[in-house]
């Protein structure tokens, strides 16, 4: 068997990681926890406000104490979710919405139309579908204290699935008090409706994150399904314990110390599967796509020659190797629209190549965008493996197409912080970082913040190109799937022209979790805890 660094980790280290691991109760310590469920998820929670960010951890967050006007189920239909009621015209301009009975602050108020109006302003100021629909709306009012009306000045299908979409940001509902926060500013007061209270006494930012049930909510009367139907919760309590070392958070889980991990380490996956007492499952099935974003405010990758040189160094089969090993648990992909999704095309990927990268040409493109060996930086997130691994490969490719990088190495949370800085590099900005989004909103030109190129108004990188957003408009209007793949093809045709980012690769990842951890529902993009058992 091969030494590496994980089976040294397996064999020496990995009983020590338990007794050495930050914020991991002692046995004694979770006795009449029966109900608690302790989970380590992909990251840290870089700010309560997922409407701020788009990070996923903030979304999970959201999921956990507040709701949605409605929701897309496992097969990604619409439904209501805190709305009863709704009607949409025979014209399709008006949309009337009654808030369902029984729905409650945490502050033991009621949730109000005003409430809600407020929080989808604010929703729209920052998603890409949402700007798209205050571009065309009207009006939005409270008619009375449980109605709301929006009005359309022109007609645009996707209204009710963007408010259900669970792609971030999520259009989580908020007190009109914390609503009428500067879209720009975060949020720090948590005060939601949803299945879980934050327990504020006991979160611990950095180390755990507590929510216990939410005694007040009353879930819809369907069975649950995605983010939509009943949100019943079955645990007293869910902690979201960080652990950036990925060992230490497999061993916690082997000794019984954790009850989930979202993110089964791939190497790691046959010791987990030997354990009659952990469980693989893939909650998301369609899996992740890793993005390279570029900021276009600032050079080189204010050119788009700059930019065209990005697709002739990215090797996705390295990238994928690294973190991922096993061959079946990612794929290369040049499709602009994840693959395996509906609007998957092959549409101006000659630069493709069969993923090998030409550094002769990314050097030329480089040298016509008038670089000239200026310092670019790179965002690196040490504890989250793929980011940190892919960081340290794409630098490497950068400097074959002779490219002066500098990584600069930081927590996720700092990550998420520093993209939002518009400054030059020097002045504490940034010219490229590394994530990831769910395959499903990938393959969608509106549910992705990201896809939008509306300049300084969008997604972190502020990438602007006007036929990009006449070809989205003309997708969201379009009425069936043949017109929208026609559309999807042309979109994909002129972004691999103008390059608002590039992807390393696409792969799925089982979660691991103890097996007395039961029914836990799959979707992509968020981690459900209602309906969740402990046994």
Not at 390 to 398: K, N, P, R, T, V
């Amino acid at each position: 068997m091969k030494t590496t660094r994980r089976s040294v980790l397996k064999t020496t280290a990995g009983l020590a990681a338990i007794a050495g691991a930050p914020a991991i109760a002692t046995g004694q310590a979770r006795r009449g926890e029966q109900k608690t469920v302790r989970a380590v998820m992909h990251g840290d929670i870089p700010t309560f406000d997922p409407i701020w960010t788009t990070a996923n951890m903030s979304a999970y967050h959201g999921g956990m104490v507040y709701d949605t006007l409605f929701g897309i189920d496992e097969n990604y239909n619409v439904k209501p979710q805190m709305v009863g009621k709704y009607d949409v015209s025979q014209d399709q301009l008006t949309y009337t919405m009654e808030l369902r009975d029984g729905l409650k602050w945490t502050d033991g108020t009621a949730v109000t139309a005003k409430d809600c109006v407020a929080s989808l302003k604010r929703w729209m100021a920052r998603d890409g579908a949402g700007q798209l629909i205050q571009q065309r709306m009207a009006s939005l009012d409270a008619k009375n204290e449980k109605t709301i009306e929006l009005k359309m000045k022109e007609r645009w299908g996707l209204v009710l699935d963007s408010m259900a979409k669970t792609s971030t940001p999520v259009c989580f509902m908020m007190r009109e008090k914390e609503a009428l926060t500067d879209p720009m500013q975060k949020i720090d007061t948590v005060v939601g409706s949803g299945p879980f209270i934050l327990n504020m006494n006991e979160t611990r930012p950095g180390s755990q994150y507590v929510y216990d049930k939410n005694p007040n909510y009353v879930p819809r009367s369907e069975a649950a399904s995605g983010i939509a139907g009943g949100k019943v919760v079955k645990l007293d309590r869910v902690i979201f314990q960080v652990m950036p070392d990925s060992q230490t958070a497999v061993a916690a889980l082997q000794a019984g110390e954790i009850d989930f991990l979202e993110l089964a380490p791939i190497d790691l996956i046959p010791q987990l599967a030997s354990d009659k007492n952990i469980q693989l499952t893939m909650l998301n099935t369609v899996g992740q796509v890793g993005w390279i974003r570029l900021n276009f405010l600032h050079p080189p990758f204010n050119h788009p020659k700059a930019r065209l040189a990005m697709l002739h160094i990215v090797n996705q089969e390295n990238h994928m190797k690294a973190t991922f090993a096993d061959p079946k648990y990612y794929r290369t992909c040049a499709s602009y629209f994840t693959c395996g999704t509906p609007l998957e095309n092959n549409a101006n990927t000659g630069w493709f190549n069969g993923g090998k990268p030409d550094y002769a040409k990314a050097k030329a493109l480089f040298a016509e965008a008038g670089y000239k060996g200026e310092e670019v930086t790179l965002l690196q997130a040490t504890n989250i493996d793929y980011m940190r691994n892919s960081a340290d490969i794409l630098a490497q490719e950068l400097r074959q197409a002779g490219v002066n990088v500098k990584v600069i190495p930081m927590d996720w949370s700092g990550v998420v912080t520093r993209r939002a800085v518009k400054s030059a590099p020097a002045d504490g900005g940034w010219n490229i970082f590394l994530t990831s989004a769910g395959g499903p909103a990938v393959g969608n030109p509106i549910a992705l913040a990201g896809h939008a190129s509306t300049g300084e108004k969008g997604w972190f990188g502020w990438p602007s190109d006007e036929k990009n957003e006449v070809l989205r408009n003309q997708w969201a209007l379009a009425t069936s799937m043949d017109e929208r793949k026609k559309i999807a093809t042309e979109i994909q045709a002129n972004a691999w022209n103008y390059v608002p980012h590039l992807y390393f690769g696409q792969w799925t990842q089982p979660a691991a979790h103890r097996t007395n951890i039961k029914n836990m529902l799959p979707m992509a993009e968020m981690v459900p805890f209602w309906n969740t058992e402990k046994v």
